[in-house]
């Protein structure tokens, strides 16, 4: 309330109408000027342009004064009872014209108090309270109009400032995201594991190799791009999974299934892969017997939405003190923000405990409505 008060009633529109006001008695003194040769006619025509000054000031205040009040009893009963754009309108319209009107009474009381014997002339009272009221409402609009758009860029910079800020969080996550697959120690062991099937069993070696280069030639260019494609991202995580597995051995085994029609769907780059990285750093290399990861994309359907739910599902050491999946992780809550960014808040990512073990991370993407893909 008080800031809408504020926002009407303040030093810098009382400034405005001061100055409104001066201009005004200006230009009606202009005709009352004359000069008797000793200065008595231009001090007096300054007294008068002061006071007429302060007869267009008065109502302009009262003006001000009940637009403010109007506007933070506005404020106040919006919160209950909303009127609509109408309704709040003729509430300040009525507010305006109840205050222009108890002003010029109260004045036309003071006066008929210092001179009781002048005549109230009520045609001229209501003419000019229309007047007054008239001008008063239209400025009282155009200021209210000039409140609200100023509002609204307020919200369009705050919104283009959020939005760089996503912008700029997408991207870090997404070099989170390649130095969480694509970092040195995992290169080196890689390699190093390559080297050692060459020397013992060279058909291992080349299988491995190959892998590496299907998962580089992946990966490298994903990271370009501001969105890849499920069919791309699955792919990737195939050939970075059977790196995995040839360097595991039987600690390790997967499944990757996805509905044909959901191959294309658009996704930020590598936002599975680093559901997949969690669950095998912290789930099934934490066991020594390793573990079962599985991964799945599906449409589920309802009567007024359809979405695409993707999961990563392990059988490893679920959550814990030390597993990092307790959902509020750099790499997860980079993963929630480049979900909002690319999809609004209907795309969510969930976490689940299974049992007896485990974790079931869930991303869940809005799609046009009966689209079945």
């Not at 409104?20 to 008797?36: C, M």
């Not at 260019?221 to 790196?243: A, K, T, V, W």
């Not at 739910?309 to 490893?316: A, Q, S, Y």
Request: proline share 4%; hydrophobic share 50%; glycine share 8%.
């Amino acid at each position: 309330m008080k800031n809408a008060f504020l926002s009407i009633f303040n030093l810098r529109v009382i400034a405005i109408m001061l100055a409104l006001s001066v201009l005004l008695a200006l230009a009606r003194a202009l005709s009352w000027y004359s000069d008797d040769g000793q200065g008595e006619g231009a001090r007096r025509w300054l007294l008068e342009t002061a006071s007429y000054a302060g007869l267009a000031l008065l109502p302009g205040v009262f003006v001000l004064l009940s637009a403010a009040l109007a506007e933070a009893g506005l404020a106040a009963w919006r919160q209950r009872h909303p009127l609509g754009p109408r309704g709040e309108w003729l509430v300040r319209i009525g507010l305006v014209v109840s205050g222009l009107a108890l002003a010029m009474l109260l004045r036309l009381a003071w006066v008929n108090y210092k001179a009781p014997d002048v005549p109230v002339y009520w045609g001229f009272f209501l003419t000019r309270l229309a007047l007054y009221s008239l001008l008063g409402c239209m400025a009282y609009a155009v200021l209210v109009l000039r409140i609200k758009d100023s509002q609204l860029e307020q919200q369009l910079a705050l919104a283009q400032r959020q939005s760089e800020a996503l912008r700029t969080q997408q991207m870090e996550a997404q070099m989170l995201a390649l130095n969480a697959q694509i970092e040195p120690h995992f290169l080196f062991n890689t390699l190093a594991t390559t080297r050692r099937l060459y020397a013992t069993t060279p058909d291992r070696g080349r299988d491995m190799l190959g892998s590496l280069i299907a998962y580089l030639r992946a990966a490298l260019p994903g990271m370009r791009e501001q969105m890849s494609s499920l069919g791309q991202e699955l792919e990737l995580l195939r050939n970075y999974l059977h790196i995995l597995q040839m360097r595991m051995g039987d600690r390790l085994s997967f499944e990757i299934k996805a509905e044909p029609g959901l191959l294309d769907l658009r996704l930020p780059p590598l936002i599975l892969a680093t559901l997949v990285e969690n669950a095998i750093k912290h789930g099934l290399a934490a066991l020594t017997e390793g573990g079962h990861l599985q991964i799945s994309a599906q449409t589920v359907s309802s009567a007024d939405r359809s979405e695409a739910v993707l999961e990563v599902r392990d059988n490893g050491a679920g959550f814990g003190s030390n597993s990092g999946l307790g959902g509020s992780g750099v790499g997860l809550a980079n993963t929630r923000a480049r979900l909002l960014a690319c999809f609004g808040p209907s795309a969510k990512l969930e976490l689940e405990a299974l049992q007896p073990r485990g974790v079931l991370a869930r991303i869940r993407l809005p799609l046009p409505q009966g689209d079945m893909r």
